[in-house]
């Protein structure tokens, strides 16, 4: 009997995501901090530029995490929200602002990626051109 493989996202994969990440960020003048968590919610690699804010850290990886948790992008919660669907809410762990992107993989969510430092959309910008990098090299 053969076991199947189990995907995972390598630290060469997390550091694909955040070179893309920084190159992407510094094209636009932008100032962020990433992070890149395992499916687990565990950081592989985090990442502030000179400069970002210290608060960013913290928002960086509770979108993150959100986007583990309930295995979609946080934009979604920021629509709900600005719908005025004020009991998305009352889910924990959620984070209502663009920004926490799971990473798919054949259809396995093997982890996400967090960005903060500039305008939301910015940040969700940011995280899926990450993502989109690492997409390219496996396909």
């Not at 630290?11 to 990440?21: K, M």
């Not at 000179?50 to 629509?79: H, W």
């Not at 984070?95 to 993989?105: A, D, K, Q």
């Amino acid at each position: 009997m053969q076991l199947p493989t189990e995907k995972r996202l390598t630290l060469s994969a997390a550091r694909l995501i955040a070179d893309t990440i920084e190159a992407e960020a510094k094209k636009n003048n932008w100032l962020v901090t990433f992070v890149v968590m395992d499916a687990g919610g565990h950081p592989i690699l985090l990442h502030r530029m000179d400069g970002c804010q210290l608060g960013s850290i913290e928002l960086a990886t509770r979108k993150a995490r959100a986007a583990i948790t309930y295995k979609r992008e946080t934009k979604v919660f920021e629509e709900r929200m600005a719908a005025g669907q004020m009991s998305t809410l009352a889910f924990p762990d959620v984070f209502p602002s663009e920004g926490g992107v799971p990473v798919i993989v054949d259809g396995a969510m093997i982890g996400a990626v967090g960005v903060s430092g500039v305008t939301s959309a910015q940040d969700g910008q940011l995280a899926r051109a990450g993502i989109e990098a690492l997409l390219k090299m496996v396909q």
